[in-house]
């Protein structure tokens, strides 16, 4: 699966009662399908998964997949704490045509010194729970190292060369994207893409097959042998292109920095509030107009900064709201911003409308 370009880590709307809102999910992804994003992140990080009970989980997951369009890449966060229940999550995915799970440090393993120090049984916990849902999962794997659930760049490393770990979202670009993906450079893997090389998902594919085969021939319709037939032409014309370990950078402060070492794109959860704003950073990047990126970059570190770090989840849904989209409350024990709280984000969000 080609990773390259936006990916939006989708927010969760809830009720202003608590309960999952599964109608504002779907009217949010359809209309993030109309933006350039070149995927989805659902239940990520940012859309507050671990506040979901697992029949929340499998309806999110389910919407999220009924609405998008057929061209996204679809990613579902599904960690859970044992490797029975992501692989019971990673094979309900599956089943709706996701494209890849994301998984990070499950939380019973998240004592960071110790795994920072590489600390002996622990970290072979870590490491063990990772290889064992690639070895059984029947979608490929993204990891992901950011939030205080940091792994170090030499288990990541190790992990790389795992044929179905396809790549990685940190939001630590200084060094750390710059050292893995050269001493990862041996790790190369084909891909599928469309004849423009963007990616073709799990249910591009379906539709193509679908298609084709309610194609009835000419000769089945006249019961006449002598027609002549052209051949039945395939209704999504593709190629291959070699990638390498695949790396998304996590902070919309940071895009510009992360695609500069090597990051194949980003996957900000900025991206849920202003998508087309964290989109031109990468466009800008990618037509090798580093001056209008860098233009590009600035003018969303302000309000990124409250929506991703200061005011948490809250934040990101309120902000969300400035742009059209369905925020909503965040689900307690998170809250959403005081008074003085959004009119400061209303102020960093007004030159980003989209």
């Not at 939380?107 to 010194?113: E, F, Q, R, Y």
């Not at 014309?237 to 895009?255: D, P």
């Not at 925020?327 to 307690?332: I, N």
């Amino acid at each position: 699966m080609l990773l390259e370009g936006l990916h939006i880590p989708l927010t969760t709307p809830f009720h202003s009662d608590g309960r999952l809102n599964p109608r504002k999910l779907a009217a949010n992804v359809a209309r993030y399908s109309k933006t350039p994003a070149a995927g989805f992140i659902v239940l990520g990080p940012s859309g507050e998964p671990t506040l979901l009970s697992d029949e929340e989980t499998r309806d999110a997951l389910s919407t999220a997949a009924e609405s998008a369009a057929p061209e996204k890449v679809l990613i579902a966060g599904i960690a859970r704490d044992s490797v029975h229940a992501t692989l019971d999550f990673a094979n309900f995915a599956a089943t709706l045509d996701y494209d890849a799970i994301l998984i990070g440090i499950p939380s019973v393993l998240t004592h960071v010194s110790l795994v920072r120090e590489q600390s002996g049984l622990r970290l072979r916990e870590v490491l063990t729970y990772f290889q064992t849902v690639a070895d059984r999962s029947p979608l490929p794997i993204i990891l992901y190292s950011d939030d205080g659930r940091v792994l170090p760049a030499s288990n990541i490393i190790e992990l790389a060369s795992h044929p179905n770990i396809l790549g990685l979202i940190t939001g630590d670009v200084s060094v750390a994207i710059a050292e893995i993906l050269t001493r990862t450079a041996s790790v190369k893997r084909e891909v599928t893409v469309t004849a423009t090389f963007a990616a073709v998902t799990a249910r591009m594919e379906k539709s193509a097959a679908r298609n084709t085969a309610q194609l009835i021939s000419a000769s089945a319709l006249t019961g006449k042998s002598a027609i002549a037939e052209p051949p039945v032409l395939p209704a999504l014309r593709t190629r291959t292109k070699t990638v390498g370990f695949q790396i998304l950078t996590h902070s919309a402060q940071s895009i510009l920095d992360g695609l500069s070492v090597g990051a194949a794109g980003a996957a900000p959860p900025f991206a849920a509030c202003a998508p087309q704003a964290c989109f031109e950073v990468w466009a800008a990047w990618k037509d090798g107009d580093e001056p209008l990126a860098k233009e590009k970059q600035e003018r969303l570190r302000g309000a990124a900064y409250l929506t991703e770090y200061a005011l948490g989840a809250g934040g990101l849904k309120a902000a969300a709201d400035l742009n059209g989209y369905f925020g909503g409350p965040p689900r307690l024990p998170h809250l959403p911003p005081t008074g003085g709280e959004r009119a400061d984000l209303e102020l960093q969000m007004k030159e980003l409308r989209n």
